[in-house]
């Protein structure tokens, strides 16, 4: 209680403080203190002084073990270790409200997603973003003169497409959509294995498919081996490719990559994993890819599609700051596409588009004209239009891609 009594002793002190600290007197533990601290804030909103002779006037002394008692207070009072004082009170706040989530959830038998929901809430917030511009110019004052080493985003093995994005960045969401058989998971699982290949965490979450079909698509687009023969690989390779195989299980195991693949998964569920892997491999960094976006399974029920959809995008880009990396989401495009003469997808393309087009630093869209002109059928060409990059250009990168093994090849 001592950290309490100081944060009360500093707000009696200097007044500023009692709404500086942003804090509720549900925070206190000890029932004086909160209405100590009540009085404080009924005082000041009515353009009262806060101290001793004040205080006394909002409730009887006996209330609280005497005048004293808060006379005592400003003893306590340390302004320069006022925000320390006010941290160790929230700790122990959060340590309380921590224990009493799981006691109720023990006692109404709560889904695992709503305890940790529950739990999560009570961290939001937890570490301070105060920075002042004079310490930001600090950092980055000697820069022209002396060589630093370039923080690199997750690139995407297509040297074009990471020309224009600079790979994918730290904290950033970026979108990947287009209609079905575009090529959306293997363009997913190519960025995933090169990211592995650079030390960083893949970490996939996949709604639609199962693990070993992910299995099963990596070894095809990197092996080069045909998806029909992936079927029966003991009767239907060739000795070269049977050769080869060794080769490819070894490579692919060389990405640590990890897969997630139970349906109807909730971010609070996704972030759970996540948090279990980082501390697995502390020396990775994670990327996650999400196989995709509307089969999130929202934990708000009663709220309309859109609005539940708005929820997961904001969750999705708190979620890349939270672990400093990049989420990389693949998206379903409307039917709205097919009407068009010209089907290159377009940012009102995206199902739920105002909460994608806000929340997402990049979007990316695949397209492939051979998928449409049964004239181009053997054109590998894959389009890449960066229809948003936050801190970059836009514009269209080229990949081939070869739709009967799954590999993607960058194009100079």
Not at 194 to 203: E, F, Q
Not at 278 to 288: E, L, S
Request: glycine residues 4%; negative net charge; contains cysteine.
């Amino acid at each position: 209680m001592i950290a309490e009594k100081a944060v009360l002793g500093s707000m009696m002190k200097e007044n500023y403080l009692i709404t500086d600290a942003n804090l509720s007197a549900t925070q206190f533990a000890d029932p004086v203190h909160r209405m100590i601290f009540q009085s404080m804030k009924e005082l000041l909103a009515s353009g009262k002084a806060v101290d001793f002779i004040t205080l006394l006037t909002t409730f009887s002394p006996q209330d609280i073990g005497g005048a004293n008692y808060v006379r005592d207070l400003s003893d306590y009072a340390n302004i320069p270790a006022f925000d320390d004082y006010v941290a160790v009170m929230l700790d122990a706040w959060r340590e309380r409200e921590k224990r009493n989530v799981l006691s109720i959830a023990a006692q109404e038998n709560w889904p695992i997603d709503r305890i940790m929901s529950g739990l999560e809430a009570l961290l939001d917030n937890r570490a301070s973003h105060y920075a002042s511009l004079t310490d930001l110019l600090a950092d980055i004052y000697e820069d022209p003169y002396v060589k630093k080493e370039i923080a690199e985003g997750a690139a995407a093995g297509i040297g074009t497409l990471d020309k224009m994005t600079g790979g994918f960045k730290n904290g950033e969401l970026t979108i990947i959509a287009a209609r079905p058989s575009m090529g959306k998971s293997d363009i997913m699982l190519h960025i995933a294995k090169h990211a592995g290949w650079k030390n960083r965490l893949p970490l996939i979450f996949s709604l639609e498919m199962s693990a070993e079909s992910l299995r099963d698509r990596l070894l095809a687009s990197t092996g080069r081996f045909s998806r029909l023969r992936m079927r029966d690989p003991y009767t239907m390779f060739d000795e070269k490719q049977k050769s080869e195989w060794p080769r490819t299980v070894g490579r692919l195991a060389e990405s640590n990559m990890h897969f997630f693949d139970r349906s109807k998964q909730t971010i609070s569920e996704i972030r759970m994993n996540v948090r279990k892997m980082i501390h697995a491999h502390p020396d990775r960094k994670p990327v996650i890819f999400i196989d995709y976006l509307t089969l999130i399974h929202s934990e708000d029920k009663s709220s309309s599609m859109h609005l539940q959809i708005s929820q997961i995008t904001k969750d999705l880009k708190a979620m890349a700051r939270e672990f400093d990396c990049p989420v990389i989401t693949l998206a379903q495009l409307s039917r709205a596409v097919e009407q068009r003469h010209d089907k290159r997808p377009l940012m009102s393309d995206l199902r739920e588009s105002g909460s994608i087009e806000e929340d997402a630093d990049v979007i990316i869209f695949l397209y492939r004209d051979a998928y449409y002109d049964m004239r181009k059928e053997n054109d590998q060409t894959m389009e890449l239009i960066v229809s948003k990059n936050r801190n970059g250009p836009v514009g269209t990168a080229i990949a081939a891609y070869n739709k009967f093994t799954g590999e993607v090849t960058g194009i100079a």
